[in-house]
């Protein structure tokens, strides 16, 4: 089976700054780098990680993107803090943008994790720019915008 069409725009890699806050934490920059690679199936594989300004890693995640028809897409990912994810929304496709919204009413959180009720992931993909915002329900706080980044095709 091959790649479906609507997940071309996405293969690559992609990086660039980004910025989150959280009630419960001080304000934060870091840099933020997506790969999106393909692999001769039906799917992406997907690799994100993160920086701060001193160049220290921060965040990592690893995962598969699949889109079983022209308009959903299933988003399964990993992360090294204890948390699964299956997130699952629309994808949007116009000449000029590609929209992914997607959401994970539940996450799995390992026993010594920290608590994860709820997440949402939004890619928005212009020409070679890609902007992401993440939004989670987290440490007994609710449904709450967390992260932000503006990314450019990297690997042109």
């Known amino acids: 089976m091959a790649l479906p069409p609507q997940l071309q725009p996405l293969i690559g890699t ?3 700054p980004g910025s989150g806050h959280y ?3 001080d304000p934060f920059s870091y840099t933020e780098e997506l790969a999106f690679s393909e692999v001769a199936k039906p799917f992406l594989v997907y690799q994100q990680r993160t920086w701060s300004p001193e160049g220290q890693p ?3 995640e690893t995962g598969f993107l699949r889109s079983p028809t022209p308009s959903t897409v299933e ?3 990993a992360q090294p803090t204890g948390h699964a994810e299956l997130a699952e929304g629309t994808l949007t496709s116009t000449e000029d943008e590609l929209l992914l919204e ?5 996450v799995l959180v390992a026993t010594s994790a920290k608590s994860v009720q709820a997440t949402a992931r939004t890619y928005r993909l212009t020409k070679n720019q890609m902007s992401v915002d993440f939004s989670m329900a987290a440490v007994g706080e609710a449904m709450t915008h967390h992260l932000h980044s503006d990314l450019h ?4």
């Open 23 to 25: 009630p419960t934490i």
């Open 14 to 16: 992609w990086r660039g």
């Open 75 to 77: 988003f399964l990912l």
């Open 153 to 156: 095709r990297a690997d042109t």
């Open 102 to 106: 997607l959401a994970s009413p539940q």
């Open 58 to 60: 921060m965040h990592m």
